[in-house]
Structure formats: structure tokens, C-alpha cells
């Protein structure tokens, strides 16, 4: 994960490069370093912890030179500390590395042997002792690079400076993804073009094994042998999104009250509403997402829906709470589109040779489009030769340009850690594409897809009703802080969301839930119910709703405290509960958009008052880029 920043132009790096680090900072916030050049040698700064460290040193630092890299750490080697920081600084060759060496242990014992001076965990350090050797024998950074990249096994993307270069930066990756950004007479190279979109419009995707070299008022781009690429400079026309938390006293609870937007964003190219009927806009199979735009959407509908009617059997890959999301999307397809669909965690999916058939359409979900194994995925059902969708959230990121299809969440940034915003807006997505896929199959007559846009169109408002009980769920939360154990526990569209809720509760609140099939409890669960434990269930009135109501009361009559959310006015199941929590009459399949955001108020309100970084809850980052 990681964050990179690299910059050369005539404004101070040192600025340049904490501005962009700041926006990069949900990639890792163990510790943060810039080296800068500086009276033709290189300084280098690095602290411990959050970015506001390394900001606080570097406050009355100067630099005299326009060259610089800057790094914000999520720790895979060596544990978070200013020694294991970036840069790292070997012989006055510095860099800034994100990703994994896979072989840093043969390459630590052939540096050792030949005397090199180890000062940190990395394996990141030894890329730039690497580099160092080979400067040394070249005189020459680029040529260094071109043959340090052949030593190297694993995910990486690097950016290097040389003290005896200072009017140069290179760059190489394979895997993690890093962008040039072209000013004038400037250049940037980031791990994201948030990074910089202030500054620059104008970006060079590099590829994996493409080497940048940056120079004065030069960028090029060369293949690994050193051959000289053309590389498109593709113009966005993204305004810098200014996040701020509008009064909110966390990220993370703003974007929790951005979701009846969030649902509306998504839904709404996709919507006819005037005509109440889906038309999904530029899904654009086998289009870059530069061209959508350009795309007659009359044309491209009709191309999708072609596409759609031959597809006989699907595959959602993601990973974390995309995952989850995917998962009801499975009951969204199968139920309503009456397509056999498989889900699969990312990093399963990848290694576990699953079977591929004809027409069989692969939809990868991720919010960041980065994420390392949901990225392996969709690479390995292209070389299968699937058809690939991707649903993501950041447009252009490399799991949008690499699937041949494309839907958007349209959530805007979602800056806390802990993805919620991204969910609602997934399942939306999910949902307009369900009907997509029945309408292209024959499957949806008038009446029922009316009825199902209305009740999509209902959700933003009745979000709006969930979230005025807030005040209900952190009483709820601040009851939960006596337990030791948290069972959550959902059937049909519920069980996905009872995953997602555990998962908020790990990783906010620090503390151990599970995630279950309701009828499974009494499969093994059942033995942890004690007075202790807490049952967190979600019920919404259903066609399963009373066989929920029994493991509730089988629950119950271990001792287990039961707080319930479903639906409001439900006296059966207040009945059997010790708090319960009702929400607004809605449609099976949309009930999970509304019960998902007591979950996460919750999970919220306890991690807050336990007094923990909700929005950059411990050893997490917001995009995984290794494995
Ligand atoms: O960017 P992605 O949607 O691919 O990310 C997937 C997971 O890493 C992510 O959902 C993670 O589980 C979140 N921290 C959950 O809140």
C-alpha cells in the first residue's frame, strides 16, 4: 500500500510533496519521510507515526533544491519506525518504494556478503543498496534502474534520485500503480492522481515494467530493455475534490450520512425515471474509461444488453466489504435475473483454479481499484478469456482500465478507512445492473421493473428515517461495551450484511465478532452463547423472518443478550430481544441497504468512545496494493 510522491519543477518540493502526501495518506499511516535535494546533496527527513509528525519536523526545515520524493508507510517489513521509514538513503541514492520484494531474503544475504551496510528491516532498503551498487558502476540512474529492475521479484513501484543526478527522477513499477503528472515545465509521479490533481490535469499511466525518467521540462517513458514508448497523456477533467469533514467529527461518520446521496449518484445514469425503466449509461465493453464519454449511450445500451442475453453464468471477485456487497448482489442476480452466480474472495478466486465455461461474465468490485488480488483476478479471467465488468469507484484506476466493462459507484471520495459510503453505492450499482441483466434476458416484464424502481427510488429518503434514530444506535453501541464476544448473525440478504457488520466492529472497535448464517448456529456457534456474548441480528420482515425469530430463541435460551434490527413496530421480535432496533418497511431486496448503517453507527459510536482512530483504525490502510 504505501503512498508515493515524486516532484521537479520550479515550486518547493517540500510543499508539493506533503500536500500530495496528505491526500495519499489512507494508504498507510505508519510513518512518512520526504528527501529533498539540498545543497547539492540530500536531506532527508523521516518520522514515526502519522503524516502531522513528519509535518511538524519538517516545519522549519529548508531546501534549496526542486527535486524530490516523499513516502506515508503502511509497514509490511520491519515494524512501524523512523528507521524502517522512507526514504531510504543509501550512498546518496534515495528512494521511495510500494509494494513487496518477494525475494528481499536472497537478495539481503548476496548484499550482506558483498558488505553492505543494512540499517533497517526493509526490503525496501535493499532495492536502494541495489541501486547504489550499480550507480556506482554506470554513473547513470537510468541505466542503474534498468538493470536493478531485472534483480527484482514481487509487486513494486519505486521512485529513485541520485545526488550525482540532481536534475533527475526515474520511476518503475510492476504491480502497484504510479502516475506522471505533466505540468508546465514540472512533472509529478504518484501512486494517485489525487495526489496532485490541483497542479496538474494531464497524466501518463504507467505500465507494469515501464521505467519514467523525469528531467526539466521532460518526461519519458522506456520499456525495461530501454526502447523508447509513446505513451498516450490522458487529460482529466476531475475537479480536486475538496474533501472536508463538514462539521462532522470524523470522515467516517460523514460519509455514513452521505449515503442517501451516495444511492442517488449511483443510480441515477443508469435510472430512467421519468420512464421507469433501467438503462445502464456507457457500460462501454471494450472501451477505455477515457472514451465513455464519447460513447453514443443509445448504441452502447443495446451493445450491453447483447452482451447481457448471452451470459449463462457469472462470477463476483472483490475483496473486505466489497465482498460483502458482492455477496447480496448474488441474490440480486440469482433471484431476479436467474443467473447462477458464484462469489469468491479475490485472493481465493486467484489460486483456486476455478472452473471457467463460456458466456460466463466476471464482476470485480472495488471501491479503490487497486486492490492487489481483485486486480489478479480480473487479469486471470481475461487470460480465460471471460467477459469482465468492473464496478469501482476511482474512474481510470487499473481495474477500470484493465475490464473490458465499466460501472462506477459515483460515491466521491470515501476518505475513512472503514468503507461505507462505497457499500451503498455498490449494492445501488448491483442492483440497476440485476435489472439490466433481466431486461437483457427477457426476464422483466413492465410492471415488475416499475415497482422495483420505485423502490429503489425510495431508499435515500428512507435512509434518511434510519438515520435519525442515530441517537438509538448509540445507546445501543454504548451497551455493547460490556460484552465480550459479538455474534452477528443474518439469513438471505442479511447474512452479507451481518459480515459486514462484524467486520466494522473488528476493525473500528478492535474486538472480536463473527459474521454467521443465522441456521448455522447451531452448527458450532451456539457453544460460545453464554450471558456474555452478544447476538447482533438482523431480521427484516421476509420470507424468513420466523424461521429467525427460532435461532433467536434458541439463542436466548443459552443466555445469549440479543439486540435485534428489523422491522419497525415488530412486536414478535421485540419480543424476543433485549434491544431492538426498527427500520422502515422496505422490499427484501433492499432492506440491506437500510439495516447495513445501524451496523455501522454502531461499530462507529463504540470505536469513538473507546477513543480509537475511527478514521485510521489501526495496521489498515484504505487500499491494499500488495497481496
Ligand atoms: O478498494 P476495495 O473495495 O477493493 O477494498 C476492499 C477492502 O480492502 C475494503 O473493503 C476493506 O475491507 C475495508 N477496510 C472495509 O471497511
Redesign the pocket.
Known sequence: MCGIVGYFGPLNPKDIILSGLKRLEYRGYDSAGVAIIHQGGLKRIRAEGKLVNLETKLKNEKFDGRLGIGHTRWATHGVPSERNAHPHLVKGLSLVHNGIIENYLEIREALQKRGADITSDTDSELVAHLLAEEVEKTKDLFKAVQNVLGMLRGAFSILAIWDQQPDQLVAFKDGPPLVVGIGKDEAFVVSDVQAVLQYTKKFIYLEDREIAVVKVGKVQIFSALGLRLEKPVVELNWTSEQVDKLGFAHYMLKEIYEQPQAVVAAMEPHIDLKNQSVRLKNVGFGHSPQSLDGLNSITDWQETQNIFAKIEKIFIV??????YAGQIGKYLIENIAQLPVETDI?SEFRYRKPIFSKNTLMIS???????AD?LAAVRLAKEKGLTTLSI???KNST?DREASGHMYMNSGTEV?????K??AS?LTVLHCLTLALAKARGLLNIETEKDHILHLQKVPSQMEVVLAYDKYFAEAANSLKEFRGFLYMGRGVSYPIAM?GA??LK?LAYLHAEGYAAGEMKHGPLALIDSRMAIVMVVPDDDLFEKSISNLEEARARGGKIISIGTVDNLRLKSVSDRYLGLPKAHWSITPLLSVIPLQLMAYHLANSLEYDVDQ?RN?A???TVE
Not at 318 to 323: D, R
Not at 365 to 371: F, L, V
Not at 416 to 420: C, M, N, P
Open positions: 472483490a475483496c473486505g466489504t466489497s465482498f479475490a468490485i472495488s471501491q479503490s481499484g487497486e486492490t481483485t469501482c469507484n476511482v481495474i475513512g478507512v472503514a468503507s461505507t462505497a457499500f455498490t459486514e467486520l466494522k476493525e483504525p489498515l484504505k487500499s491494499v
